[in-house]
């Protein structure tokens, strides 16, 4: 079960979607949530259906005290690499908050500190605190929608099933058609025994 985290301060649940991608966005959200807020599944999102995840955002939307998401697409993502580019979403992110946290708690291990605000990150922070969980199914599930948005440009890529994983499938498809616009230029596009043949 998921726990509000312990502390009298204004705490901002922060987590990221698509890091591991080949292609689209990495994207980040960031969420102050109610002290009594609670909701029967909530958990990370790598945990939750596509269908509670669905149905989940507008409720956490609906009761957060602020929510933000931050949106670093592929080209900056190969220009500033994607540890860069990730700490960028987060920060967009809680720039868009409505409210002023106090204390940003972050979903892994490693975080730019954000201007005077305290931090604290936390391995599988998702799978602990409700705040971060929020943030999980924010991150993930506009993540997702942008992915299917762009399927129907690219649909070779199938998109609307991988979000931009090098699965099996999507990197066949890498190696037949080529790249696009939307892919990770700087990223392994290819495993190493497919690269010859690229």
């Keep these: ?3 509000h985290f312990n502390s009298s301060k204004i705490i901002c649940g922060v987590d990221e979607a698509g890091r591991g991608c080949i292609a689209g966005p990495v994207i980040a959200a960031a969420v102050i949530l109610p002290k009594d807020f609670t909701h029967p599944f909530l958990n990370d999102s790598k945990q ?3 269908k509670q995840r669905d149905e989940l955002r507008p409720i956490i939307e609906k009761h957060a005290i602020s929510f933000g998401v931050g949106i670093i697409d592929n080209h900056k993502i190969d220009e500033v690499n994607i540890l860069q580019a990730t700490y960028l979403a987060m920060h967009q992110a809680i720039d868009i908050l409505k409210q ?3 204390l940003l708690i ?3 291990n490693r975080f730019k500190p954000y201007k005077s605000i305290e931090h604290q990150t936390i391995i599988k922070g998702d799978g602990k605190y409700i705040e971060i969980a929020a943030a999980s199914v924010l ?3 506009y993540r997702d929608e942008i992915m299917e948005k762009l399927s129907s440009e690219f649909s070779v890529y199938n998109w ?3 979000k931009g994983y090098p699965t099996k499938e999507h990197r066949a498809a890498v190696k037949e058609y080529g790249s696009c616009k939307y892919h990770r230029q700087t990223f392994r596009l290819l495993k190493e025994e497919q690269l010859r043949l690229f």
């Design 1 to 3: 079960m998921l726990q």
């Design 48 to 50: 939750l259906s596509e």
């Design 100 to 102: 002023k946290p106090e």
């Design 106 to 108: 972050i979903d892994g």
């Design 139 to 141: 991150a993930k599930t």
């Design 160 to 162: 609307h099933k991988n």
